[in-house]
Structures are given as structure tokens and as C-alpha cells.
């Protein structure tokens, strides 16, 4: 139980990093309706080019800049498989990421993983988040705000307002009238190839900014590190629904909830290592069944249960 | 306003399906032209209406609209000059979007889409008086999602968008047909009004032979893909049922007469 409570502060860093892809995946998702594959390949491009940027001595702010980049390159490449190559959405997405294996490895120098030196303490000093400031803050060593929770919590924060701000504009609505019905928006005279790919790069921005974030917390980028990561940000997306749809109307709200619902996902995640003797590797299995399970309720509500509502509503 | 000239289209060429759904169209429509379009299934009135909102391209023939030749014009750059209200309900608005954010959307139509705001206060209240006009009670409703509508009131709504930047040419593709009869009827009434109001050039397909008859200033028929009846002014205001029913047992008494060529 104390190995579970004194983890908590890292998974819940290690939730909200993962809770920017979710939000990335979001876009896809929820507001596109595209099922994007490229999440697992473009996560680690966003790590790979921000370990080894850094290690090359950029700094941090222009590393996370680039791996945002390269995400948009990597949607842009699905974007185009998709609209200009007329290859269904979730194909388009498998094919960029597997390309992507080989490029995120080339980034790498041809190498599976790649560390940053964090023995070496002004390295150390120069990150924005790391694991290792979660003990500093504990110890009293650094500050409270260079506490992984807070400095991810602020990125999150100003990705949620931009976003509100985009989807608030001109160019914003036609991506969201693109996703809720691409006749209609035709019709209006919106491209709808061009705002499928614009939606296409800015989730996958955000999805290697998330990436970039998670191998600078762990220190280091692994050519495998995104593998799974599309089921992790429908988790979190639906988590987030699924408790907080009644309460959060508000579209800032939501994404707001997307990323609680990566830190719940983490943190449920991390009980489930700590309080039994499961073998970590059965966590992607563990992963796979809970958002089947979740993506299937809704369904089965649907099917199974909507009778006996509208009787209970006529009833009263 | 409109010019199209023989134009042809066959869709799944080269295979058992294959279908000739227009066989040299032409059409011409002056300003302030009102036309209903009737025909059995599968005449082609839907597909002429397809070609020229620009669904798909055209196999050969052209499309003029006020001067502007759109044959190659991609769907959404044409959407610059039309309005267009659709069969189904659902087809014509985003569901998950809010009332004025259609509306909103409806009026960048044919401009570039920058991230200027997607909604202005000054347009809200525009919105609201034109809401108003529909006598709906919608103008209370400005930020109800339009999936919460009913098929009347989101009709309404799209021709209301439709018509929001004044369209070149109005399309209607039997836009009452998916409605109850009094709820078509109040949505006819609405387009005739906004039509009138705004002088629009429109087409307006239908299944409804009355409806043909009593809206608009020209008629026409078609079948297998071109125009076989065309009637205007005076001679369209004395139609009768009569008249078109009789049209339409010509047609078929016609392919009648080749079946039996064939059989023989």
C-alpha cells in the first residue's frame, strides 16, 4: 500500500503527460470522427526527436517545438494517404505508423533507445519535467513548482485554452462541421480534404508533444514507447465521458475531462501493478479489456436498456 | 442564371450495373426562374441535381452558372453559388453543432475560413431576427444543438441557411418528401416565401405532382435522363393532374411499346 501511495505522485505526472495525447486523440476521435492509428508511431517520433535535439544541446523549449513538428508531419502524411490517395482513414493511419518504426529509429541513430544524462546535474537542471524532481519536491530539494504535476499541469492548461480558442474560430468550426457531417459541410463550401488533414496534424502535434514530454519525465526515448498508445488515449477519452459528461458541457470542460481521465487510467493502472503480483506484462491485456469493456457499455445501454427508460419517463 | 448543356453520365460503366442516369441533359434557367422537376424513379432528377451541385464530375456536356463555367469546379468551390436543401433531414445540418453555429456556418459560405471568430455577437442578433421569421420559436433556441430538432423545424433551418448569402440557384431535392404532410406543406410555404423575398433562381425536385403543379413558374419532366415535357407561364398555370398523368402513361405506354418490339 505505501509503495502504491508514494508511486502516486509519479503516475499521476506520468497521467497528465499521457493525458495530451489523449486530447490529441480526441480530435480525431470525437470531434473528426476518424479512427487514427498514426497515435502509436508519431508518440515516440515526438520522444525520439526531443531526446536526441536535446542531447545535441538545443534547448528544451525549441526540442518540444520540433517533436510538435514532426507530429505534424506525421499527420500530414496520414492526412494526404487519406484525402489525396483516397485510402480509408484507419488504413492511412497504420500505414504512417509503421513507416514511422523505421524513421523513429533512424532519428535514433539506428539505436532502440535513446537516454538522456541525467547524472550529469546541469543536464539534469536543464529539463522541464523529470521523474526525478518528484523526490526533489518530496526532499524539499527543488521547489514545488518545478513539480512535474504542476509544470505538465500548465502545458495542459494552455493546450485546452488554445484549443478552445481554435475550435472557436472560423477555421475551428469548419473542422468540427467537417466531423459532425462532411455533406453538410461541403455544401457550405468548406474543403473538407483540407480540414480532415489540417485535424489530422494538429492531433498528431499534440501527440508527439505528449511523446516529447514522457521521454524527457523517464529520461529517455524507446522505439517501442508508443506502442499501445491509441488504446490508452480511447481510454482516457472515454473515461473522461463516461464520468464527466453530466457535469462537463463546456468543450474546454471536456477536453479537460479527457485529460483527467488519462490521470485516473494511470493511477488505476498503477494500483493494479502495486496492490497485486500481476506481471507487468499483462498490463496492455489488462488495458485492451477495460476499454473494450467501455466502449462496448454504451452499446449494450442502447440495446438492452433503453426500454426500460422511456417506460420510467413516461411512468413519471 | 443556369445553362447546362448536354451533359451525360453513367455510373459503374462497363459493368452489369452499369446505368446511363443522364442522356444529354440541357436546361436553361433565366433570374427569378422557379422550376419543379418531376419524373418516375430513376428519370434522372436527382442525379441532374447531383451534377450540378458537382457530387461527382460529369462525363461530358458543361454547366453555367451565371457566366461561370463550374463543370470542373470541385463540390465545395461551387457551393459559392448555390443553396442547397437536401431529402433528408439530417443531411442538411450538423447535428452536435449549436443553432447559430450552423447558421454561422451557412453564412461564410464561398469565403475563406480564417481564424477570424466562428460567431459574432452583431450576427446573433441577425440570427435571431431571421429565426424569428421562420415562426418556429427557434430564435429562443440559439444555442440548442440542431439534433435535438425535429425533421420540419432542421428543413427550415437548412433553407434558411441555404439561402443566408444569396445563392446563384436554389436546389431543392424533394426536400418535403422525408416530412408529414402539414409539416411539407408549412416548409413549401416557407420556401415559396423565402424564394419570393430574395428572388431566387430555383430547382426544386419532387415527387409530389400537386406540389409541382402549384409551386413555381415553369415544370418539367423527365425520363431516362433528358427532359420530355417543359411548360411555362400561362401554359403552366392551367395544368392539371390530368395533364401529367396522361404524360406519364405515354412515357410508359412508350417502353411498353419496346418491350414488346423486344419480345417479338
Redesign the interface.
Known sequence: MSGFISALPGAASQGLIWGIMAIGVYITFKILDLADLTVDGSFCTGGATFVVLFGSGVPVPVALLAAFGVGLLAGLATGLLHTFCGIPAILSGILTQLGLWSINLAIMGMKANVAINVIDQDNLNKLWVSLRFVQDVASGRRPFTRHPIFIVGLFTVGVILLLYW?F???????L??TG??S??????????SVTTVLGLMLSNGLVALSGALLAQFQSFADSSMGKGAIVIGLAAVIIGEALFSRIFRNFALKLLAVSLGAVIYYVVIQAVISLSNINANYLKLISALIVAVFLAVPYWKTKYFTKAKKEVRTGA | MLDINNIYKTFNPGTVNEKHALNGLSLHLDEGDFVTVIGSNGAGKSTALNAIAGVWPVDSGSIVIDGQDVTNLAEHKRAKYLGRVFQDPMTGTAATMQIQENLALAKRRGESRTLRRGITKSEQEEYRELLKTLDLGLEDRMTTKVGLLSGGQRQALTLLMATLQKPKLLLLDEHTAALDPKTAEKVLNTTDAIINEHHLTAFMVTHNMKDAIAHGNRLIMMNEGRIIFDVAGEEKKHLTMKDLLDKFAEISGSSIQSDKVLLA
Open positions: 481554435f472557436g474560430t472560423e477555421l475551428g468550426s469548419s468540427r462541421a459532425a457531417n455533406h453538410m459541410a461541403r455544401a457550405q463550401g468548406i474543403n473538407t
